[in-house]
């Protein structure tokens, strides 16, 4: 059964403080592996997505990456805007379907 | 509209009441998802179309689950006889299909409360 598991499940930083953020995936042959950012009360909004170990992925303040068993979503010199729920999902080749982990509830301090 | 509307965004139901949930998806978007977001958590696959044919129910959790997609459009999620259990926010999403079936388009859920 597909899995995916992230880590920690909440982050606090102060402004400008980096950090990076863990998603660990098992899965059946993998198509992509997907980044999605949720605000409180408002549906999931599309960052990256990562198809095979070694890819990098930038979007002005984040950048993810992805290895065979982990992606990482390192957040440089991040803002307090930046504070959100950051989902991690897989989808295994042949399949349509999103499986996603619980999240990260990120919070950035002024 | 612009992007994934739902409605409505708050139902309050009792239990064995049932409820219809509507998704109007991005306009021209062939996929159509259904996920359940319990508190906390993050989505949970509940059903899958390609225009108007629903080719992934393998998520809906109990015969009480019903959804369609009768044009290729608007899609209805409808729960019979709501249990506590059921109580959730139902998230609809829309994508273009092809080679980016993982960019999907969120609608802002609908938050279903069971009393």
């Known amino acids: 059964e597909d899995q995916v598991t992230q880590s920690p499940e909440a982050l606090r930083l102060q402004e400008g403080e980096s950090s990076s953020l863990n998603c660990s995936y098992t899965?059946?042959?993998?198509?992509?592996l997907f980044w999605y950012r949720q605000d409180p009360g408002k549906g999931p909004e599309f960052l990256f997505t990562l198809y095979s170990a070694g890819e990098e992925k930038e979007k002005e303040r984040l950048k993810a990456t992805l290895t065979k068993k982990e992606s990482f979503l390192h957040i440089t010199a991040p803002k307090p805007e930046d504070s959100a729920t950051y989902l991690c999902a897989v989808q295994a080749r042949g399949a349509q379907k999103l499986v996603f982990g619980q999240g990260t509830r990120l919070t950035i301090n002024p | 509209g612009a992007g994934v509307s739902q409605s409505p965004r708050y139902k309050v139901a009792k239990r064995g009441q049932d409820v219809a949930l509507r998704c109007d998806p991005i306009s021209g978007h062939v996929s159509l998802f259904w996920y359940q977001q319990a508190l906390g958590q993050g989505p949970e696959f509940l059903t899958y179309f390609q225009n108007e044919a629903q080719l992934d129910k393998s998520g809906l959790p109990s015969d009480r689950f019903f959804a369609e997609r009768p044009e290729g459009s608007v899609s209805t999620l409808k729960i019979q006889r709501t249990q506590q259990e059921d109580s959730a926010v139902y998230l609809c999403?829309?994508?273009?299909?092809?080679?980016?079936?993982?960019?999907?388009?969120f609608g802002e859920g609908s938050r279903l409360t069971v009393l």
């Open positions: 999403a829309s994508g273009r299909g092809g080679a980016t079936t993982g960019e999907l388009f």
């Open positions: 899965v059946s042959g993998l198509r992509g």
